[in-house]
């Protein structure tokens, strides 16, 4: 099994993937670190408590990290609704957050492991970087980070820049030259996963809690069919969002993954976008700089069977009460 620690802005997407870090057998998730992004500190803490509590988790400690990103101004942001979980009316949960800091707690946890530990971050990376920066001691004790973030093509916070390295770039940098080994997925193949308008609605009609909040969500999820993102009308459905960097996790022969250098801008109108460099040849900027390469490479997912994935959240949430 994979041990996992998940870093969250719950967040509707992030909350499917906590649905689905709670069921799949294959993930052994032994704490989550909140950050603020989707929404405030405070919403991620109890909608991430919330949704736990639905999934009928065992006892994980959860924590709470950083109130804002490190350089870059708070920003609110209500797309997810104004409790960032949709505004379900969801009962709060009796959970208690684990009184450390989110960066303590990542590091108490990575210590305490006999084994290395993936980090699967579905929000701006803030927490991470503190950690690295603080507790370096740390990095060998990381398999490696699973980032739901940044695009080898274009963005959606900003036209070049994807959300999570948006709202924290040098965070995101901090942790790209980190040296530890990390995976990106990001926009290319995020925006693909969704599950099917039918689907959705069978969930709703489910007799279990998790199955009829994951349906709530991607009902929330649902592209307007409008919107630049509903280009086809027939593909109409709910995107699993955040859920797709942990079936990437267990299934990641469902993508197209290639290594290639990556590095965040984090200057002027293209701040927050990941410039993924696929060339295969040596470009003249590496000529001038004497061949010494500038970007730690990533792997990077670039293509991503639909069906597969939507079908392993599916039959995943399906365990759950
Ligand atoms: C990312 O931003 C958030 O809205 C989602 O939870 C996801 O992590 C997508 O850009
Ligand atoms: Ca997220």
Do not use: K
Not at 114 to 140: K, M, Y
Not at 158 to 176: G, I, R
Not at 202 to 220: C, I
Not at 245 to 261: F, I, N, S, T, Y
């Amino acid at each position: 099994a994979h041990r996992v620690l998940l870093d969250v802005d719950t967040g509707v997407d992030d909350a499917l993937a906590v649905l689905f870090a709670v069921a799949h057998p294959e993930i052994e998730l032994i704490g989550i670190t909140c950050v603020a992004g989707n929404t405030s500190l405070e919403n991620v803490v109890a909608n991430t408590l919330t949704v736990l509590d639905i999934a009928g988790a065992p006892p994980i400690p959860v924590s709470a990290g950083a109130q804002r990103p490190l350089i870059a101004p708070p920003r609110a942001s209500h797309v997810h609704g104004s409790d960032g979980l949709g505004d379900l009316g969801l009962p709060v949960s009796e959970r208690v957050p684990d009184a450390r800091h989110a960066v303590d707690l990542a590091r108490d946890l990575l210590l305490a492991s006999d084994r290395p530990v993936t980090i699967v971050a579905l929000a701006p990376q803030t927490n991470l970087a503190l950690l690295l920066r603080l507790h370096p001691e740390v990095a060998p004790r990381i398999e490696r980070i699973l980032f739901m973030g940044g695009s080898a093509s274009g963005g959606n916070a900003t036209a070049v820049a994807e959300f999570n390295v948006w709202h924290d770039p040098e965070a995101a940098a901090v942790v790209l030259d980190s040296g530890v080994p990390t995976f990106m997925y990001g926009l290319d193949v995020f925006n693909q996963v969704t599950i099917d308008e039918p689907a959705a609605r069978l969930l709703l009609e489910s007799s279990s809690a998790s199955e009829r909040l994951a349906g709530a969500l991607l009902h929330f999820q649902m592209a307007d069919p409008e919107s630049d993102d509903a280009h086809d009308p027939s593909a109409f459905g709910g995107h699993i969002g955040d859920a797709g960097a942990l079936c990437a996790l267990v299934d990641p022969g469902a993508l197209r993954v290639e290594r290639h250098p990556v590095r965040v801008e984090l200057g002027g109108e293209s701040r927050g976008q990941t410039v993924v460099d696929r060339r295969r040849r040596v470009g003249e900027d590496t000529v001038h700089a004497g061949g010494a390469s500038v970007a730690h490479p990533v792997d990077v997912a670039l293509d991503v069977d639909v069906a597969r994935f939507a079908g392993l959240f599916l039959e995943t949430i399906s365990r759950l009460p």
